[in-house]
């Protein structure tokens, strides 16, 4: 069987035959074995042993902690990833992004108003959580188009703090 | 003393709670709402909830743990750190009850409380300070003059403060009264206080804090730690020794801080810190009268333990340390685990520990307040554990600390791992050449780092992964075999079933 697993952008094809997988176009001898009781799996790849946790996160997609750094990586096979393509599921123009939440806290200050025109890296919005104030800045210049948070206001993770459109030509 | 409760929670009560029995001692939890399953309860001989989940209603409710500590038949209060350990109030309070106090008197929390208040006195003491003001900043029009006549760089620092809070570093006039606003008002969230000051911003100064310990009797210092890998003042590697630290330098450093410690009539455990320039000169920052998050690796390498002097002390016993002259044998670093997403540039990440491994063997330490099961919230500090580990010298200890991080396993919440594996492969780092703005230069440590061997074992991985779910779902027909035949048949059918 042939997947496709992606992750960060990047894909990489690996076939599987039992232990023998061809990944990347490179053939190698792979297992992997779940450690009972536990997210860790046993990788051997080529002889060489890794362990990881590796847990089930939705339809295709696996998340892997290493080092304390959680992965999500989606495993689709060929025919999925043919009817995405036929049908454009992949991915949509874009856009200046909305600022969002980057963690439960709480709305300190608001330092940009609606029709601002700011720079990338201008401070939009100080959020407040596990007592550090918390500067977000913006990922790139824009025009910001509506503020739907005000000071006091708790918010939870992903919640849409500013609308930001193209900046004005 | 008999029976100690220990007024915080996580590392620090399973740490006392630990002590506490090896003095022979009961020890009392206090917990949250949030906490009732955290270890330090069940490793407490007694527990006792102390209200809701947020701070200000249980752990720094100085009236519930009063209640909590005659509830429980408490003759003694350990404050831990944090909390309400520097509130000289409260200190005041556990005294007025009856109880025994663990840790400095009163009037030396509030004379090393004040941090304007503690410059003079230190000042008047012989004991090297850093050029700034003495007294809290009444306005932004006197913060710029005298922001003038010392010269930018200058600090703006919480007068209550502590713990990197209510600190901001201003370069240039125009950013001094952001900043003076900012620091005052995370100053009156952290402390209650928005009283500021301000002082002359060394540049790449090491961080330094001597160890001391008091008893009715002497007053020793327990050698350095150095802490210079700080993020935005949060501390997140220490080690003990240092490398800029010769026997000399530690003895004068040493007496300085046995000097500030007696000024104000110290006892316990204590840490003055210390802005180590790159000439030499050393500079009184402030003095932490409590026991510190970092105290493990001082431990290890005196072989004392900090803890167990407190609960001797507040007994009215001599501290079990050695007259002689000390010296520190081998070397020890802390890493500190906290749930940091490096991914989302470090801002706190919660969940539900779902899988923990520490790691062991030969001199490693491990020291946590959490468990499998465990929730992670944004109440309380974002540190988790402290990963602490000894060896006979500097580069033993770096790779021994690289092969316990290696061996650490935790599912559930995103955590700060992956830059203490990258600290502690970084040459800078490996060779001491470090100071407390080393991580504003180096956020590159902060960020995972692409690794192409890495990306085909998690690919093959989650194909393995994938394949395997699939399987299990439907053991014979594959997307894209044919499954005719009689055993396709009979795989479809006993599917649908």
Redesign the interface.
Known sequence: ???F?S?GG?E?E?E?DGEQ?V??G?R?T???TTIPG????Q?L?DGRS???????AGS?R?A????????E?E?V???TRHIRSLTGDDRKPGGPANLVA????LV?RVQVQPGDEVPAGAPLV?L???????QLKSAGPGRVAAVRVQPGQAVE?GQVLLEFAAPAP | MKRVLIANRGEIALRIVRACHEEGLEAVAVHSAADRTSPHVRAADFAVPIGPASPTESYLSIPRLLEAAEASGADGVHPGYGFLAERAAFAEAVDGAGLTWIGPPASAIRAMGDKTEARRRMEAAGVPIVPGAVAPLTDAGAARSLAEQIGYPVIVKAAAGGGG?GMRVVTAAEELEPALV?AG??AL??FGDASVYLEKFIERPRHVEIQVLADAARTVHLGERECSIQR?HQKLVEEAPSVAVSDTRRERMGAAAVAAASAVGYRSAGTCEFLLAADGSFYFLEMNTRIQVEHPVTELVYGVDLVREQLRIARGLPMSVASRPLHPRGWAIECR?TSE?????F????GRI??L?PPAGPGVRWDSGIDVGNDVT?Y???MLAKLIVWAPDRPQAIARMRRA?EEL???GV?????FH?RLMDDEAFQQGDVDIQFLDRRSDLLE?RPDTD?????????????????RARRPLV???GDGSGAWGRLARQEALR
């Not at chain 1, 890794?50 to 089930?56: C, K, Q, S, Y």
């Not at chain 1, 892997?64 to 992965?71: A, Y």
């Not at chain 2, 801002?347 to 919660?350: D, F, G, I, Q, V």
């Open positions: 069987m042939k997947y697993v992750a990047r990489i690996v599987v997988v990944a990347a490179r190698v792979a297992s992997l536990s997210p860790v799996r990788l790849l890794v362990a990881l946790p590796i847990e089930p295709g696996w892997v902690t290493l080092h304390g750094e959680r992965r990586l495993v096979d060929a025919r980057p963690m439960p806290g300190v100080v407040e959580a596990m007592k550090m104030e918390n993770k | 809070k900012a008002s995370e969230k952290s935005r685990l997403d490096p991914a989302n540039g801002l706190p990440s919660t779902e899988y491994r944004l309380y500090d974002s991080l396993v935790l599912v995103a955590t700060n791992q992956g594996v995972p890495r990306e085909l074992q998690l690919a093959v991985a989650a194909a393995l992964a994938e394949d395997a779910a699939r594959t997307a894209d």
